[in-house]
């Protein structure tokens, strides 16, 4: 039985979404993985309003989770200084139960370091701003962290293809080596 990789991110958004959900997912079987991506559930949404739509999606995402051994994230920035809060539910699902999380980042800056502070600690609306010296919220990186996963930082250009690609094979070849 090969490992399944669920392969989590927004990369789903992306216009080439499939093209790098294929990608990666090729890049898993190199090393006799199955990976699994979102948009593999092929979910048929016909008929079903937006919102049913997005339960459909849900439900989907769920049973591709459950049959994964662990998660590999795309945590880049999305929409903002953190990474995709639906990305963010994932990990957390994962790591509820109890499968190793791993993630990558093409942002190698710290997340207090990519809020908009209007003072050293204090972001626009007068929050706190974490600065742990980490690449996103702390539970974020403690679930990796706890699971034995790796969190890899690494620069890139969040809109090119080949930046993915080479972070994630990266992490592929330390799941690998373990």
Known sequence: MSLKIYLAGPDVFRRDA???GQAK??????YGYEGL????AKVDLSG???????MAIYSADIELMNRCDLILANMTPFRGPGLDGGT????????AQG???WGYTLDIRDYGDRVDQIMPGWDSEDQQVEAFAMADNLMLVGAIEASGG???RQSGDPRAMADHLRAFR???ERIASR
């Not at 997912?25 to 190199?30: D, G, H, L, T």
């Open 25 to 30: 997912a090729a890049i898993c079987a190199e």
């Open 48 to 54: 079903l309003s937006p919102f049913q739509s997005g």
């Open 37 to 40: 991506f979102p948009l593999d």
């Open 18 to 20: 499939r093209e790098l």
């Open 99 to 101: 499968k190793p999380v």
């Open 150 to 152: 790796e969190l890899l």
């Open 88 to 95: 963010a539910f994932e990990i957390g699902y994962m790591r």
């Open 170 to 172: 990266a992490l592929i």
